[in-house]
């Protein structure tokens, strides 16, 4: 007779209270011999420092990988990842990449048609056809 | 083909030595690569990766004297190369060295020790990115991501913490509830504090945060993982409640437990708190597991039972980091910590109740609170002689509307009228800034104005 | 055909001059409803008519109707109530939402005018004025209690149900003494026969259903269960 209750869940959304960022480690791979590597190797050694301080949320690991082209690989929370491949850039483009890295959500690219995505109820409610007056057409 | 080394994770002196990069800042991962592997470099460079800031290292915690004396023998070994090995597995260390010289002794214990939290990168960065401030060390974060299962030792395990997060938690979504739907059933009271508070959905939280699991609790283990065994689950009983002397019948004898009893008995969410050991279950499971021949440690994504196990865990971890805020931080930080992250979750509360009779249930509403008897009146309709007709159906107490609903009979609608109108009564709230009783704990708050407390539900269990 | 014709050129101007005016003269023609027959097809017959036809004029609350003084458009779309609008009924007495609402604090009734645009709104005040007469029709049978029963008619009812169960049947008792077959059910128990009796009844009845009726029926029982759970 008395009203029971249903088990329902909670849902989160980043940036909702807490922002957590998405990306939670970037493993830079270069080679120290090959020409494709020049820039990243004056990217580790002059800017890679200061961008690494600037994101402590980042875990960044740093491994040669001798004969290939250098690479950027973000990891996310999501468990997906994203490898860039940086070879013949110079360091300031490196940044670019790397930047890009960093503010990726992790999801598939995919195109976004609506602008606002929420999971609260319209606050005009869901349009129904039985209630209120209508219009004559 | 070059000889290709393993990543070497480690932390940079220029990272420590910095007044602007301090930890957890100064953590940060680095390779030994562009240091060690010059010819002319020291062996491991151990001199150039050692902090150089000691005074600015946060203190250690529970370090009690098992855990000191193998600091001072590492401290004396650390010369010795040879007692750096890791495991003794045969690999060739000159060609691949390991990922961080530890002590031999290191494997006999069973969660990493708390000195080696100041160098875990992964730490680091899981303790920048929850925004924590800087007052809580890295040692009581390593701390809160071992499980009870992984180590027994309560000082070295996040037990204590998580029953603090845990209680913490349970305490301001209640309160928030409380203040802004005064009017809720109890039974919707702790489903709506479990949507918030429970295991699935701090399993979430934790996940949100991108916590990472060790593959097995050991003393090798990056202290940034977390840590717990799914073989032996954890005992300790981190709800607190009282053990119901007929907890063993209400399972097999369907026994009815009341709304009151839940209260006074079983814990935040309303559930029976089950006995610590439960030995004979395991053993059970243990004898299915070995008919199965599969292990659930071995499976890709683990058995039911296992994923249950790494819910509770993950739930716990992040009870347990609310609980160092609180340790370290105070009361204000811990409840602007779970307001950003718990409270900013969105619930549906309308979406909980279940009802049986819900058209008996509201006329009781009425003659409680001396309104005219609930009529049931048809708004309109349309195709009544067809396969699909819809009725709208309105509750009317005297001439005042309560709900409305719509359905494909006269009863349909009138029966989802009076749920309405029931939700209507038990959904009230008095408004979006309602203060809660912990706004009182800060200095120079206004005077309280008492809450709104309703008179009780329309028929208690 | 002629007649619709003829009534487009017209109506199109008067949409016209509803749409771009605000002169008092535009605003005292006839809305727009003339515009095109209600009977009329989904469909045109050409694209272009097809989308004249479609683009409808705003509804008349957005119109510029020449004022004097700013107003504020209250134009909801029609939709169903939201259960966190408290009705004004359920407001307790402390509540600011119940003192600031005058008009229908003093209003003795009905939430809203059953026909007004704003009717989704279950916590809309009661507008002065209505009195149950105007209210729409109620549905199913009796509805509140009498408390007409007295003590000799429930002893009476026990005795007619205990002789004869079978011409003193649920319903028929319930019509005699007035009162719900929920309330015959309360008082009277069936000699065990008989209800044995009904009971096998039933059940043969069951065993005739086929397949589709069967599921039919199970169906319209978890339907009902879902409606309860909120899921429909």
New interface residues.
């Given amino acids: 007779m008395t009203v029971k209750a249903l088990q329902q869940l909670t849902t989160g959304r980043n940036g909702v209270g807490a922002f957590i960022l998405q990306c939670k480690k970037m493993d830079i791979h270069y080679c120290d011999w090959a020409g494709s590597s020049r820039g990243m190797n004056g990217f580790i050694k002059s800017i890679l420092p200061k961008f690494a301080a600037a994101n402590p949320q980042i875990e960044f690991v740093v491994s040669p990988r001798p004969s290939k082209h250098p690479v950027v690989i973000g990891h996310y929370i999501n468990g997906r990842e994203k490898a860039i491949c940086v070879r013949n850039l110079e360091p300031l483009q490196i940044l670019k990449k790397v930047e890009l890295l960093r503010d990726a959500s992790g999801e598939k690219l995919r195109k976004v048609n609506k602008p606002v995505q929420s999971v609260n109820e319209s606050v005009r409610g869901v349009w129904s056809p039985y209630h209120g007056n209508g219009m004559a057409v | 083909?070059?000889?290709?080394?393993?990543?070497?994770?480690a932390v940079?002196a220029?990272?420590l030595a910095g007044c602007?990069?301090q930890p957890?800042?100064g953590d940060?991962?680095?390779?030994g690569?562009?240091l060690a592997a010059r010819p002319g470099a020291p062996p491991a460079s151990a001199g150039a990766l050692r902090p150089r800031c000691v005074a600015s290292r946060p203190r250690q915690l529970c370090l009690s004297a098992r855990r000191q004396q193998p600091q001072q023998q590492q401290s004396a070994q650390e010369t010795d190369a040879d007692t750096f090995d890791v495991l003794q597995d045969g690999t060739d260390h000159a060609r691949y060295p390991p990922l961080e010289r530890l002590p031999a002794s290191v494997a006999g214990y069973p969660s990493p020790l708390p000195e080696r939290a100041l160098k875990s990168?992964?730490l680091?960065?899981l303790?920048?990115?929850?925004?924590l401030p800087s007052k809580i060390p890295l040692q009581t974060l390593a701390r809160a991501l071992v499980d009870g299962s992984a180590d027994e030792n309560p000082q070295f395990n996040n037990s204590n913490l998580a029953f603090v997060g845990h209680t913490l938690i349970t305490y301001h979504v209640a309160e928030w509830l409380m203040c802004h739907y005064p009017r809720l059933?109890m039974?919707?009271v702790?489903?709506a504090v479990?949507?918030?508070a429970g295991d699935?959905?701090l399993h979430?939280?934790a996940?949100?945060?991108?916590v990472e699991t060790a593959a097995a609790p050991g003393g090798e283990v990056d202290p940034g993982l977390l840590q717990f065994s799914l073989d032996k689950p954890t005992t300790t009983v981190l709800k607190f409640g009282y053990k119901r002397t007929e907890a063993a019948y209400l399972e097999k004898f369907k026994w009815r437990r009341g709304i009151s009893s839940r209260v006074v008995f079983d814990d935040d969410f309303g559930g029976v708190v089950k006995s610590a050991e439960p030995e004979e279950e395991q053993e059970d499971d243990d004898l299915e597991e070995a008919e199965e021949g599969l292990s659930p440690s071995y499976t890709s994504y683990g058995t039911d039972k296992t994923r249950q196990i790494a819910e509770k865990v993950h739930a716990n971890f992040a009870r347990a980091t609310i609980g160092a805020v609180y340790a370290h931080c105070g009361r204000e930080a811990a409840k602007a910590f779970i307001?950003?992250?718990i409270?900013?979750?969105?619930?549906?509360l309308?979406?909980?109740?279940?009802?049986?009779?819900?058209t008996?249930?509201l006329a009781l509403l009425c003659a409680r609170e001396d309104?005219d008897?609930?009529?049931?009146?048809?708004?309109?309709e349309?195709g009544r002689m067809s396969r699909t007709p819809?009725f709208?159906?309105?509750i009317?107490?005297?001439?005042?509307?309560?709900?409305?609903?719509?359905?494909p009979s006269?009863d349909?609608a009138?029966?989802?009228a009076a749920?309405?109108?029931?939700?209507?009564?038990?959904?009230?709230?008095?408004g979006g800034n309602v203060r809660v009783p912990s706004d009182m704990l800060v200095e120079d708050a206004k005077p309280w104005e008492p809450a709104?407390i309703?008179i009780g539900?329309?028929?208690?269990? | 055909m002629e007649a619709r014709l003829l009534r487009r050129p017209a109506a199109t101007c008067c949409h016209r001059l509803l749409a771009s005016s605000t002169t008092p003269a535009a605003s005292l023609l006839p809305p727009v409803t003339l515009q095109f027959p209600s009977t009329g097809a989904r469909h045109k017959s050409t694209t272009n008519r097809t989308k004249r036809a479609l683009n409808i004029a705003p509804h008349a609350s957005f119109l510029n109707k020449p004022s004097a003084t700013d107003r504020i458009i209250f134009n909801p779309p029609s939709s169903a109530a939201s259960v966190f609008h408290t009705p004004f009924k359920f407001l307790p007495k402390t509540d600011p939402r119940r003192r600031a609402n005058l008009t229908s604090l003093f209003a003795s009734s009905a939430s809203i005018q059953f026909n007004s645009p704003s009717s989704s709104a279950s916590d809309a005040a009661p507008a002065p004025g209505t009195t149950e007469d105007t209210l729409p029709p109620k549905i199913g049978g009796r509805v509140g209690r009498t408390h007409h029963m007295t003590k000799e008619d429930v002893l009476e009812m026990r005795r007619l149900r205990e002789t004869d169960p079978v011409a003193n049947s649920v319903n028929r008792l319930a019509a005699k003494f007035g009162c719900s077959h929920l309330f015959v059910l309360m008082c009277c128990q069936a000699p065990r026969e008989h209800k044995e009796k009904h009971v096998a009844a039933g059940e043969l009845v069951k065993s005739r259903w086929g397949p589709r009726r069967r599921a039919a029926r199970e169906d319209r029982k978890r339907r009902l269960e879902m409606l309860f759970r909120g899921e429909l």
């Fill in positions: 083909m070059p000889k290709t080394a393993r990543p070497k994770t940079l220029f990272q602007e990069y957890p800042a940060q991962t680095w390779t690569q562009l990168a992964k680091a960065a303790h920048a990115r929850l925004s059933p039974s919707i702790f489903s479990q949507a918030y699935k959905a979430q939280v996940r949100s945060w991108g307001n950003a992250h409270m900013s979750r969105t619930l549906d309308s979406n909980l109740f279940a009802f049986k009779h819900p008996r249930e309104f008897h609930p009529v049931a009146r048809l708004l309109s349309t819809v709208v159906v309105g009317y107490s005297g001439t005042d509307k309560l709900g409305e609903g719509a359905g006269l349909l009138r029966f989802k749920m309405n109108s029931l939700k209507a009564w038990y959904l009230y709230s008095p709104h309703d539900e329309i028929i208690s269990r």
